[in-house]
């Protein structure tokens, strides 16, 4: 009896364990707007960055901040919050769909990573509300 109980315990530790690997790593989280606005918050060489219809934070509670502040101080790069993405992905931590030209789309609660890479050489990334997708982003 009491080895069952043990080994009850352990799973159900285990379980809440795993619980805690969350997707989303860095805590980004997208806030509702203007649903017709499309910002561009940051570049470099070979991105550009959007937020469409809201604002992008980065942490969680007193210490978020938007996205834009945070990449263009260099705190967070847009390549790792995509290879984040990408390993969310592929762990089957969140669901993604992938085109024919390469591009992919992220789908987290209450947003989406749009990562463009279109014949015509688009390499932008979008940060959408989930109601949008790559054929809003590609065809506005």
Not at 38 to 43: A, E, G, L, R
Not at 96 to 120: A, C, M, Q, R, W
């Amino acid at each position: 009896m009491l080895k069952r109980l043990i080994v009850s315990l352990v799973l159900i530790l285990a379980l809440m364990l795993s619980a805690c690997s969350q997707p989303n790593k860095y805590g980004l989280s997208f806030t509702a707007g203007n649903k017709t606005s499309v910002d561009y918050i940051f570049y470099n060489d070979e991105r550009v960055v959007y937020v469409v219809g809201g604002i992008m934070t980065v942490g969680e509670g007193e210490s978020a901040e938007l996205l834009e502040i945070v990449l263009n101080r260099g705190e967070l790069t847009v390549d790792a919050i995509l290879e984040a993405a990408k390993g969310d992905a592929d762990n089957g931590d969140i669901e993604y769909e992938s085109y024919p030209d390469g591009s992919v789309e992220y789908h987290y609660d209450g947003f989406d990573i749009i990562k463009l890479n279109t014949h015509l050489g688009n390499r932008d990334v979008y940060f959408v509300p989930s109601s949008m997708s790559y054929y809003d982003v590609t065809n506005p």
